[in-house]
T-cell receptor, first 110, second 115 residues
């Protein structure tokens, strides 16, 4: 089975811009979750999609959004970037036995 | 919301020593998971625990799911240099049937192994 693929691995954006990150889950997994990881806050849950529907959302502003396609691939979007959005964004493909994480997208906002 | 208290925050140990770290919560979790993260990579699942009182081993790693379902510990025996990394505990609420697998993470334990 192929693992979880996240693209791109690294991104540098300017304040005010928007960004779209992509995640392809493990084949057959219908649930995709997104997490933000920063040194200060640790791993924080952003949202979760299951069969193209958002099932759960963390405590993040509306600038953070996502979607899931019929092939289970997911994207997350951050609009009007702020310096504090700099983080490692992790996607997880979920089944009955826990999450399998991708390698993440390192976003730097300058 | 739920919070996990993971301790210690960091550890420096000699190669060959045993290591112990733990997580506690004010909430009951249905599943406890232990992950390891290397720099620049996503967390990798080490051990998953599904039943209160369950003790599970994976090589030199042993983890237990507390009887109260509010705590878990991870032990690493005979540490080696490649054990270096950040270890996270995570709790998962009972599967609601609505497809939610949301995890709540501890802040991590950074392990350094001195050769």
């Amino acid at each position: 089975k192929a693992g979880v693929t996240q693209t791109p691995r690294y991104l540098i954006k300017t304040r005010g811009q928007q960004v779209t990150l992509s995640c392809s889950p493990i084949s057959g997994h219908r649930s995709v979750s997104w997490y933000q990881q920063t040194p200060g806050q640790g791993l924080q849950f952003l949202f979760e999609y299951f069969s193209e529907t958002q099932r759960n959302k963390g405590n993040f502003p509306g600038r953070f959004s996502g979607r899931q396609f019929s092939n289970s691939r997911s994207e997350m979007n951050v609009s009007t970037l702020e310096l504090g959005d700099s983080a490692l964004y992790l996607c997880a493909s979920s089944g009955d036995r826990g999450h399998t994480f991708g390698s993440g997208t390192r976003l730097t906002v300058v | 919301g739920q919070q996990l208290n993971q301790s210690p925050q960091s550890m420096f140990i000699q190669e060959g020593e045993d290591v112990s770290m733990n997580c506690t919560s004010s909430s009951i979790f249905n599943t406890w998971l232990w992950y390891k993260q290397d720099p620049g990579e996503g967390p990798v699942l080490l051990i998953a625990l599904y039943k209160a009182g369950e003790l599970t081993s994976n090589g030199r790693l042993t983890a237990q799911f507390g009887i109260t379902r509010k705590d878990s510990f991870l032990n690493i025996s005979a540490s080696i240099p490649s054990d270096v990394g950040i270890y996270f505990c995570a709790g998962q609420l009972p599967y609601s049937g609505a497809g939610s697998y949301q995890l709540t993470f501890g802040k991590g334990t950074k392990l350094s192994v001195i050769p």
